[in-house]
T-cell receptor, first 114, second 112 residues
């Protein structure tokens, strides 16, 4: 079984500031981890994913995330926020072995102010 | 390569009616999953199909059903609509059930 907790339903940053969106997971076996972004009235777009290998994963639009097994975390960061980053972000997990569905966190709305 | 397409994009129905939503996966993808997204419950897994077979089903009543055709296109059906069925229904496709899922734009259903 697996679950995801995203800390903070809303995060506000100023344009140019660091973006940090938190995600903690629970998984009975090594996980595959994902971050998706959803803009208003759109579907989910894959930002990045961790399956195996390097624990620091780089994605699109300047985002990256680090898999920390000891902390069961997969936080999403971006050094400098842009107004266009304002959206809802979802962390998701699935098991790396056997069959499992994709389980999502509740989402974090990122607000970017000028 | 074209992405996942969903039709219709918007739909208004009344309680008691039924509705059918359609999803065309990315070419070559054989797995299709459906999710319901609401403000209160977030993203909830409905079901997943692979090669015309339902592989898994989420915790939804029997009013929710789906199927997949030989060309991998999928439909989901909701019968006897309730107000609480108002939601964004998202379809995602992948090469296999365990590969990365790519989402369509969703169908927004409003039940009056």
């Amino acid at each position: 079984a697996q679950s995801v907790t995203q800390l903070g339903s809303h995060v506000s940053v100023s344009e140019g500031a660091l973006v940090l969106l938190r995600c903690n997971y629970s998984s009975s076996v090594p996980p595959y981890l994902f971050w998706y972004v959803q803009y208003p009235n759109q579907g989910l777009q894959l930002l990045l994913k961790y399956t195996t290998g390097a624990t620091l994963v780089k994605g699109i639009n300047g985002f990256e995330a680090e898999f920390k097994k000891s902390e069961t975390s997969f936080h999403l960061t971006k050094p400098s926020a842009h107004m266009s980053d304002a959206a809802e972000y979802f962390c998701a997990v699935r098991l790396s072995s056997g069959y499992s569905t994709l389980t999502f966190g509740k989402g974090t709305m990122l607000l970017v102010s000028p | 390569k074209a992405g996942v397409t969903q039709t219709p994009r918007y739909l208004i129905k009344t309680r008691g009616q039924q509705v059918t939503l359609s999803c065309s996966p990315i070419s070559g993808h054989r797995s299709v999953s459906w999710y319901q997204q609401t403000p209160g419950q977030g993203l909830q897994f409905l079901f997943e199909y692979f090669s015309e077979t339902q592989r898994n089903k989420g915790n939804f009543p029997g009013r929710f059903s789906g199927r997949q055709f030989s060309n991998s296109r999928s439909e989901m059906n909701v019968s006897t609509l309730e107000l609480g069925d108002s939601a964004l229904y998202l379809c995602a496709s992948s090469w296999t059930a365990q590969e990365t899922q790519y989402f369509g734009p969703g169908t927004r259903l409003l039940v009056l």
